[in-house]
């Protein structure tokens, strides 16, 4: 008799098929309770090592020994005649197919009745501002666009990590960031944008209060859950107007093909929308364009991105796009956000001239880069307009102007790019389209609070102090710490010592050296002579590696050391029209840094702002 023929008579294959079918099941459900009872990862790890360490020696014993009506004996001791393998070999088929139909039952439950409720969740409420900004008007639109708006709108909820490891999280937001930016291109349907909708993130309120907030009637949520090469998503899409599920699936699927997934969901999403509520939308034009085909590089992209976006960890963020684009130098989107990356670490850390200048050459060439590979990349046209400001002939800004106003209208969207419209035309001096552009950042983005911040700023320059200070509020509310210190001066101005004194505290906590007593007789008697102040406030100015934004020159103007003042070309400099600062704008200094910043050149050309004149070769601004 065969070897083979031998290993069947003895029921060691049917064993041996029998024992896998077993663990797979028993795998299956011990993932399921480990996801119910919140068990750590190692559980299943043991419980997996235990199971095929268990397989060689179930395949042994079924070799070596034998179910006996008498019990189990040796092999080698029972009599040919006496064996009943074929009676137990029956057996083993039946329960071997009993196990199959159990795995079947619980792959089922698992995709169809477990899997849509991952994501469901009860988040708490963020505090939220106005998403109408103070000082803009609204228009209230009418019932019908109303209506037409809220059932055309959708917000889409950061995905939650269901994967083992932490770690992975860039890799949901990356595929909730990916539906968006897809859903956004569809005509007629209103999208939240991504800083709204990830505001919610670990958070705690009903979907339909998100919805509400958010000013959307649909919400999709889901769950990403990575493991090695594979990935399953699962996603729902709610109606909250009427509380119901429009849509549910999950997809199980071999990472190479996850630009597919997202453009089965997205079109998946869009005819739900299209069928369930009558809207008139056209899933078939929505597409995924895979602009890379290496997961890998892909994968980088996303950790890198997800380090820009939360201006965390910048230089690790440029090691890992470097390598995606070294992985597929045609990824344009990666490019275009390494050139961001590299744009963004001088105002983000304390480095040399010469640094300065080589992250600026090295983002200018990341950005061309991406545009030759993809034109329509409107983060590289934002990217390349704010680098015109490091032009050795001085900040080209009729250029800049154009460029990110170019990404405007590639993407209108974009809001990074009318907010960096807002901070040029502050820093021209032209404050209403300052505001505008601001307000228009708040308008695509709500939760946006970069361009609050500001924009509570540009108000204050525009002489309307309290709803400058109401949206400041909103901003505190928020959690955002902003890194410059012009309300701390206001008050102090307004005569708001203990105000003032409370807001500044947090100087000291981290600086216990400040010279704080300098500053605020400064901003409290600009009119008096503070001399004596200097050694001490540029003793700090010089020991100090890194301090907050725009402190360095708040400490010289309040003493009236205008001339100690540089221009920083690595952050907005509009603290020249700031108010208080008029003794400043009345001094020579004023036209120092004017000139640094390459003012006159755009104002020669396309007029001067409000409240300015010349007079000879002086520009004389209130």
């Known amino acids: 008799m065969s070897f083979f023929n031998e290993l069947k008579r003895r029921n060691v294959v049917r064993v041996a ?178 800083t709204s909708s990830f505001a919610f993130k670990g958070s705690t309120a009903s979907i339909p209060d998100i919805a509400r907030q958010l000013k959307v009637t649909n919400v999709l949520e889901g769950s990403v859950r990575k493991a090695g090469n594979r990935v399953r998503i699962t996603a729902q899409l709610i109606d909250t107007a009427n509380d119901r599920h429009l849509w549910s699936e999950t997809y199980d699927r071999e990472l190479i093909d996850i630009f597919a997934i997202q453009d089965e969901i997205s079109s998946a999403i869009v005819a739900a929308l299209a069928s369930e509520l009558g809207l008139d939308l056209d899933a078939d034009k929505v597409s995924v364009e895979a602009d890379t085909q290496n997961m890998d590089a892909y994968e980088l992209f996303l950790k890198g991105r997800a380090l820009v976006i939360a201006r965390q960890d910048l230089a690790e963020a440029v090691d890992l796009l470097e390598r995606a684009t070294e992985l597929d130098p045609q990824f344009a989107r990666a490019w275009s956000m390494l050139g961001m990356a590299y744009y963004l670490i001088p105002s983000w850390n304390t480095l040399t001239e010469a640094e300065d200048a080589d992250f600026n050459l090295r983002a200018e060439k990341a950005v061309n880069r991406a545009l030759e590979l993809d034109e329509r990349q409107s983060l590289a046209w934002a990217v390349k307009g704010m680098l015109t400001q490091y032009a050795p002939e001085g900040a080209d800004w009729e250029t800049q102007l154009a460029l990110t106003g170019k990404a405007t209208e590639m993407d209108p969207s974009n809001a990074t790019a009318w907010l960096w419209n807002g901070l040029r035309y502050t820093e021209l001096g032209f404050h209403e389209q300052a505001r505008q552009q601001l307000v228009r950042c708040l308008e695509v983005d709500p939760a946006y609070q970069n361009c609050r911040r500001h924009l509570s700023r540009v108000l204050l320059i525009l002489g309307r102090p309290d709803e400058a200070v109401e949206l400041y509020v909103q901003i505190a509310r928020s959690g955002l710490i902003a890194a410059d210190t012009v309300f701390v001066e206001f008050v102090f101005r307004e005569g708001n010592l203990l105000a003032g004194l409370f807001s500044a505290n947090y100087l000291r906590t981290r600086y216990p050296d400040f010279p704080m007593e300098e500053w605020v007789n ?89 409240g300015c004149e010349k007079t000879g070769e002086e520009y004389i601004c209130e």
């Open 17 to 194: 098929i029998a024992y896998t079918v077993a663990s797979w099941l028993l795998v299956q459900v011990g993932d399921i309770a480990r996801e119910s009872f919140e068990a750590p990862a190692w559980v299943m790890k043991m419980l997996i090592t235990a199971l095929i360490v268990g397989f060689p020696i179930v395949v042994f014993f079924s070799w070596a020994f034998e179910i006996t009506p008498e019990g189990i004996k040796r092999e080698k001791d029972i009599n040919r005649s006496d064996s009943i393998v074929a009676e137990t070999g029956a057996r083993l088929n039946y329960i071997t197919i009993a196990l199959l139909v159990c795995a079947i039952v619980v792959v089922g439950a698992d995709r169809y009745l477990l899997a849509p409720a991952e994501p469901a969740r009860q988040v708490a409420t963020p505090t939220q501002p106005s998403a109408n900004p103070v000082g803009v008007a609204a228009t209230a639109p009418s019932p019908e666009a109303t209506n037409t708006s809220d059932r055309n709108s959708i917000a889409v909820l950061p995905f939650i990590n269901m994967s083992d490891d932490p770690s992975q999280e860039y890799f949901s937001d990356g595929i909730s960031e990916e539906l968006l930016n897809l859903l956004v291109k569809v005509d007629g349907l209103n999208v939240a944008s991504r």
């Open 522 to 610: 400064g901003l409290e008697h600009p009119e008096q002579d503070h001399t004596v102040s200097l050694p001490r406030v540029m003793d700090w100015i010089e020991s100090t590696p890194n301090p907050p934004i725009g402190m360095k020159e708040s400490l010289l103007l309040a003493i009236g050391a205008y001339d100690r003042i540089k221009l920083d070309k690595s952050y907005v400099n509009n603290w020249i029209w700031l108010p208080g600062n008029e003794r400043f704008r009345a001094s020579p200094h004023f036209q120092r840094i004017i000139r640094d910043m390459n003012l006159p050149a755009y104002w020669d050309k396309y007029g001067l702002p409000p």
